[in-house]
């Protein structure tokens, strides 16, 4: 595949990468401030569907077509833009699977005919907490990736 593809194709996967979280982030903090427990029900489940159905295939492919094109363009593992890009990557990731865990035991909770609510914030709580630095994580990344450089004189 030739570097114009494999950038099409990685820049895509980034915008439904970042497009969906920020989506679904919204649309759950929503339907826990709303207080209706069935929209919160229903949006909780797809929140999860959305993740295995568009987030999961984008963090595949983000790495696959970037060590590509890193392959492709000749460029250095050593230049710093490259390395931080690729440890926040990892961090993101870090944060990004304990929150499908929190999601779907959030969504069974929900789904029970007794919900636990004070159980449902806390996990709530650690989803917006993990979620949160995720979001700029991902926000340093396209930095990075579009200038090429590291931003603060990191």
């Known amino acids: 595949m030739d570097y114009p593809t494999l950038k099409l194709i990685h820049i895509l996967s980034s915008t439904i990468l970042f497009g969906t979280g ?3 982030a919204f649309y759950m903090w929503r339907a826990q401030l709303s207080g209706d ?7 909780a489940k797809n929140v999860v569907l ?5 987030t999961t295939p984008a963090v595949i492919i983000q790495p696959l077509t ?4 890193i392959y492709l363009a000749g460029f250095s593992w050593l ?7 690729i440890a926040l990557f990892v ?17 069974r ?3 029970g005919d007794k919900v636990d609510m004070a159980r449902v914030r806390r996990l709530m709580f650690c989803w917006y907490s ?8 991902v926000i340093l990344i396209f930095y990075m990736m579009v200038s090429k450089s590291v931003p603060f004189g990191i």
């Open 91 to 107: 961090v993101v990731g870090a944060c990004w699977l304990p929150v499908v865990f929190i999601q779907i035991k959030v969504a």
């Open 109 to 111: 909770l929900l789904a």
């Open 66 to 69: 970037g060590l590509a094109m």
């Open 37 to 43: 427990l069935n929209t919160f029900r229903i949006v």
């Open 22 to 24: 920020l989506g679904t």
């Open 79 to 85: 230049q710093p833009w490259l390395l931080w890009s």
């Open 50 to 54: 959305a993740d295995w159905v568009f």
């Open 130 to 137: 993990l979620g949160f630095p995720a979001f700029l994580g």
